[in-house]
């Protein structure tokens, strides 16, 4: 899955099987990845550095960002956080 297609899913989250499809999708993702012996599309190569910047952007973005509103459903926020411990550095 390329990353616009995980950003246009993370962002369809609404409900908790939205959610559970989106780490599936999140974890196929990193598996292609590791598969290709090339990451490049993961900032973040172990699991704490993926979950040390999620919280890092999860806190950053509490408030909302200048291009970023927070949204009101939680399925949604804790899977764009999630995401963005992929890409975030």
Request: glycine share 4%; proline share 2%; aromatic share 14%.
């Amino acid at each position: 899955m390329k990353n616009e297609d995980l950003f246009e899913l993370v962002n369809k989250v609404e409900d908790e099987d939205d959610f559970l499809d989106f780490i599936n999708e999140l974890s196929e993702d990193r598996i292609k990845s590791l598969q290709k012996k090339s990451s490049e599309d993961w900032e973040n190569d172990t699991i704490e550095d993926f979950f040390e910047r999620a919280h890092e952007w999860g806190v950053a973005s509490k408030e909302g960002l200048r291009y970023y509103e927070k949204p009101q459903n939680p399925w949604k926020r804790c899977a764009q956080i999630l995401y963005m411990g992929k890409i975030y550095e």
